[in-house]
């Protein structure tokens, strides 16, 4: 095996999600090259739905820690960040990627229908949900003759912004422990809360909080159980 590839497997095998942080924090360079690292993961149409809220204020933070029911990584944890997505970018970032490719003089026609006007046309909603509703059956009947992209109702639309932006945070934990630091994801927190906590408006959910830090001794809860591979892994 490439020596690069022995030492990803080995940072992805040291992940573990970590209850207990020595107080160290975490130097803002290691921060910024791992959020660097997060923001290149791959995204639906590059669109790049994330955010990462990184809780400075001591008042937002022990309003986020009862947010996050007080899970006891928190009494450790010295940085604590919010993984938000969002549902409702779509629009400046398709219009940023399309001025780039224009002042990069590459741009296409084809890309101008892309996201100027098929992202459009997946992405659209009205308040009440009604437009996405018909846009998914109309995508679904037409399916049934012909392969038919998504074109998403307003769950379809949280589930493909989530996806993204869980890979960002997966990529963000990966490059922390590259650096010799750790994470511990959480879902477990009042979502409708922690809007309100993160002044998140419409179109705007966190995916998950990350407690950050430096691994304590005893911080993992028990050795890594993987369910057996064939039940996860199937060839057909
Ligand atoms: C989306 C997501 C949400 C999670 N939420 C919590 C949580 O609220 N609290 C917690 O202690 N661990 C949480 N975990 C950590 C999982 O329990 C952990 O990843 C799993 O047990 C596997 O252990 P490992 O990460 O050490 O390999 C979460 C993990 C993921 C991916």
């Not at 629009?91 to 006007?117: D, V």
């Not at 992209?149 to 949280?158: E, H, N, V, W």
């Amino acid at each position: 095996m490439i020596d690069s590839a022995t030492t990803f497997h080995k940072i992805v095998d040291s992940r573990r999600s970590i209850r207990k942080f020595l107080p160290d924090s975490v130097p803002q360079e290691v921060l910024d090259r791992c959020l660097d690292s997060a923001l290149k993961a791959p995204s639906s149409s590059n669109l790049q739905h994330w955010e990462f809220v990184i809780i400075r204020s001591p008042e937002v933070r022990a309003q986020a820690e009862r947010v996050c029911l007080d899970q006891k990584v928190l009494q450790s944890a010295p940085l604590l960040i919010a993984v938000v997505t969002h549902t409702k970018t779509w629009k400046r970032n398709s219009r940023f990627i399309l001025e780039t490719l224009g002042t990069r003089g590459i741009l296409r026609k084809s890309q101008t229908q892309y996201w100027g006007r098929l992202i459009p046309l997946v992405y659209l909603q009205d308040p009440f949900g009604f437009l996405g509703m018909l846009k998914h059956l109309i995508a679904r009947v037409v399916s049934l003759f012909r392969p038919t992209p998504s074109l998403c109702s307003k769950s379809d639309l949280r589930v493909m912004a989530n996806k993204t932006t869980a890979l960002a945070a997966n990529t963000f934990m990966l490059a922390l422990r590259s650096e010799g630091y750790d994470s511990c994801p959480m879902e477990g927190f009042d979502p409708w809360r922690a809007r309100k906590v993160l002044q998140l408006h419409r179109g705007e959910e966190v995916c998950m909080f990350l407690a950050v830090g430096k691994r304590a001794d005893k911080a993992i809860w028990w050795d890594r159980i993987l369910v057996p591979r064939g039940w996860v892994v199937r060839e057909m």
